[in-house]
């Protein structure tokens, strides 16, 4: 059994008297501390995917499981437990406390979850050991994002789910971010599941799966990932 299962999922939305279908049957496998990119173009289905297997969001149909668990079997309040203590997410908008530190931001996160990190330590893996008592409008925007992704990292989940984490900054900045992102995979043997609409970045992912019109049109394994500093685009 894998990591993650997921098996014939549909997501249907009812617009009015309309039926979008987001997703039309997903099937994918994910193992333990893979790093995963799900690629598509905008409208695809893999913001859909991200935000079910998150817990934000629920199936119309299908089977979903995550280290055992059986999410879309859960009700609302196993979700909320799920979001809470297994998964940490990185947005394409860092989201951070602007009357906090960096060093406050990721403490907040840790407050909520069993097992966290120290704070300190991730900051410092992320490369930000000299910014812990800035505050957000005083880091640039690759610094904010590594805020975000040491904050959803210290809460030490079972997923880092990263919705377009590099959209809102430059090349050299997101290819910085994505290499901490590899790094931090390997380090912390973290599963990472990484959506974008760059099919650059898909050499730098254990596994890939390209995502049209609600289906997984291709699923690939790279036995060896490119590392992040030898992918141009």
Request: net charge negative; charged share 25%.
């Amino acid at each position: 059994m894998s990591y993650i299962e997921f098996e014939n999922v549909t997501k249907v939305y009812h617009v009015g008297e309309v039926d979008i279908h987001a997703l039309a049957g997903v099937d994918f496998a994910v193992e333990k501390g893979e790093v995963v990119i799900v690629a598509g173009a905008s409208g695809a289905g893999k913001s859909t995917i991200l935000n079910i297997l998150g817990g934000m969001d629920t199936p119309t149909a299908g089977r979903i499981v995550v280290d055992g668990a059986r999410v879309d079997q859960m009700n609302e309040k196993q979700l909320t437990d799920y979001r809470r203590y297994d998964i940490g997410f990185v947005f394409q908008f860092y989201n951070l406390v602007q009357n906090l530190t960096a060093l406050e931001n990721v403490e907040l996160a840790t407050e909520i979850c069993r097992d966290p990190l120290v704070p300190s330590k991730v900051l410092a893996d992320v490369g930000l050991q000299e910014r812990i008592n800035n505050f957000p409008s005083q880091l640039s925007g690759g610094e904010q994002q590594r805020v975000a992704i040491a904050r959803a990292l210290a809460k030490n989940p079972k997923l880092l789910l990263c919705d377009e984490p590099t959209g809102a900054l430059d090349y050299v900045t997101g290819k910085q971010i994505l290499k901490v992102l590899q790094e931090m995979s390997r380090s912390y043997g973290m599963t990472v599941i990484i959506i974008t609409h760059n099919l650059a970045l898909c050499p730098m992912g254990d596994r890939v799966f390209r995502v049209k019109s609600g289906k997984i049109i291709s699923a690939e394994y790279n036995e060896h990932p490119t590392d992040i500093d030898e992918i141009e685009w």
